[in-house]
T-cell receptor, first 116, second 113 residues
Framework: GAVVSQHPSWVICKSGTSVKIECRSL??????MFWYRQFPKQSLMLMAT?????????EQGVEKDKFLINHASLTLSTLTVTSAHPEDSSFYIC????????????FGPGTRLTVL | AQSVTQPDIHITVSEGASLELRCNYS??????LFWYVQSPGQGLQLLLK??????LVQGIKGFEAEFKRSQSSFKLRKPSVHWSDAAEYFC???????????FGTGTQLKVEL
């Protein structure tokens, strides 16, 4: 199989604090991991793409200083929302791709972030 | 620019009825197309994918999809819907040199018992 986990599944934090979300590929090594953001009743918007040991590539309009991505190993990527504000409240989903075939992405269950 | 359009925001069908969800894409090269399903508060599950070959592809949970290049269309179908199929369905195309997924806006499926 190809299982991707995220932790935590939900988090509530105060405005101004930072929150770290972990994304792990449990049974495979992921060459690339992706971070998406999903607002209620909307589609997934790609925020950034990260490769192990390299700096993340951010999509246009995504603040790299606000959303820090670290891909320290082939099985772990983290997204840190720095100085979170209520407008950062959203559902964050990660995915990981295998280095075979067409780089199929396997999605994590998502993390619900609520900033008070 | 690549884009995916799902014209139907909401669809309601009765349990046991057939289902068809529309998806149109805009992409210059040969598309790699996907349908995903998302239950509330959950991640995405891949239903099926099309890369090449037979334009009718079979997926999980009894779903199938038909690719029509002339219409830039990738329709998802199911002959008989179950109440557990109620969810959000996303069509996506692989872009960015085969590295990025571009998603449609999704179709919310409601199943009436």
């Amino acid at each position: 199989g190809a299982v991707v986990s995220q932790h935590p599944s939900w988090v509530i934090c105060k405005s101004g604090t930072s929150v770290k979300i972990e994304c792990r590929s449990l049974d495979f090594q992921a060459t690339t991991m992706f971070w998406y953001r999903q607002f209620p009743k909307q589609s997934l918007m790609l925020m950034a793409t990260s490769n192990e040991g390299s700096k993340a590539t951010y999509e246009q309009g995504v603040e790299k200083d606000k959303f820090l991505i670290n891909h320290a190993s082939l099985t772990l990527s983290t997204l840190t929302v720095t100085s979170a504000h209520p407008e950062d409240s959203s559902f964050y989903i990660c995915s990981a791709s295998k280095p075979t075939g067409y780089n199929e992405q396997f999605f994590g269950p998502g993390t619900r972030l609520t900033v008070l | 620019a690549q884009s995916v359009t799902q014209p139907d925001i909401h669809i309601t069908v009765s349990e046991g009825a057939s289902l068809e969800l529309r998806c149109n894409y805009s992409y210059g090269a040969t598309p790699y197309l996907f349908w995903y399903v998302q239950s509330p508060g959950q991640g995405l599950q891949l239903l099926l994918k099309y890369f090449s070959g037979d334009t009718l592809v079979q997926g999980i949970k009894g779903f199938e999809a038909e690719f029509k290049r002339s219409q830039s269309s990738f329709k998802l179908r199911k002959p008989s819907v179950h109440w557990s199929d109620a969810a959000e369905y996303f069509c996506a195309v692989l872009t960015g040199g085969g590295n990025k997924l571009t998603f449609g806006t999704g179709t919310q499926l409601k199943v009436e018992l």
